[in-house]
């Protein structure tokens, strides 16, 4: 099972597309209260993960599913992916830069510690 990585730019576009995909932010609820890519749901990593997904994306396995951690430094998104792929979710990228990266693009963020425009 090969885990497929998306880039900031990738998921920019795709986020600029206004296509239906599900943005899972991993880092749980402080963070994501301070800091969070628009778009994205707040599903943290866990027991019940993969029941919460499967609630978000109503059953669809071929739904398109993007998540992000923190950053390169960690590998949660990519074991969360793993586990979204052996679940029988067929469409499902990694993306690895997380939130580190998305800020360093100076793409727009979400939350209590969002640069105001």
């Not at 900031?8 to 880092?27: C, G, T």
């Not at 990593?45 to 739904?63: I, N, P, T």
């Not at 979710?89 to 727009?108: H, M, Q, S």
Request: without cysteine; hydrophobic residues 40%; charged residues 30%.
């Amino acid at each position: 099972m090969t885990v497929t990585e998306i880039s900031s730019e990738e998921l920019k576009k795709l986020m600029d597309s206004q296509a239906e995909f599900l943005l899972v932010d991993l880092l749980g609820e402080k963070s994501y209260a301070s800091l969070h890519l628009p778009q994205a749901v707040e599903v943290s990593s866990g027991d019940d993960f993969l029941s919460k997904v499967d609630v978000l994306v109503g059953g669809d396995h071929e739904r398109k599913i993007v998540v992000y951690g923190a950053s390169f430094k960690d590998d949660v998104s990519t074991r969360q992916t793993e586990e979204l792929l052996q679940a029988g979710y067929t469409n499902v990228l990694d993306f690895r830069g997380g939130l580190k990266d998305w800020a360093a693009e100076l793409f727009p963020l979400e939350g209590q510690r969002a640069p105001k425009s």
